[in-house]
């Protein structure tokens, strides 16, 4: 099993920043864990937000955050990051970490799941 807990959400203003942590326990399968953030507004299916590999060498976005928001991870502190500036009121959602073993973008791609931190973006 896989235990993953976001924080760092809040409230911003269009054009502020965050950034949200994602910290990963429990059975973490080596360098071979895939770690990526989705976000559901409300209404709206969960889409995906940004990837990454466990070795940091592999990292994709969704192309309304591509400049704009960077995912990292310090595997020392088992942490994966979601640094997100120049916020827009469209970037607020709820914010999820997720993570499995394929580098993919589908949310039914992931098997383990936080319970989610709220951004929300004022003008």
């Known amino acids: 099993q896989v235990q993953l807990v976001e924080s760092g959400g809040g409230l911003a203003q269009a054009g502020g920043s965050l950034r949200l942590s994602c910290a990963v326990s429990?059975?973490?399968?080596?360098?071979?864990?895939?770690v990526a953030w989705f976000r559901q507004a409300p209404g709206k299916e969960r889409e995906f937000v940004a990837v990454i590999n466990w070795g940091g060498h592999i990292i994709s976005y969704t192309d309304s955050v591509k400049g704009r928001f960077t995912i990292s991870r310090d595997n020392a502190k088992s942490t994966v990051y979601l640094q997100m500036n120049s916020l827009e009121p469209d970037d607020t959602a709820v914010y999820y970490c997720?993570?499995?073993?394929?580098?993919?973008?589908?949310?039914?791609?992931?098997?383990?799941w936080g319970q989610g931190t709220q951004v929300t973006v004022s003008l």
């Open positions: 997720a993570a499995g073993l394929v580098f993919l973008k589908r949310p039914n791609d992931y098997t383990y």
């Open positions: 429990g059975r973490t399968f080596g360098t071979t864990l895939v």
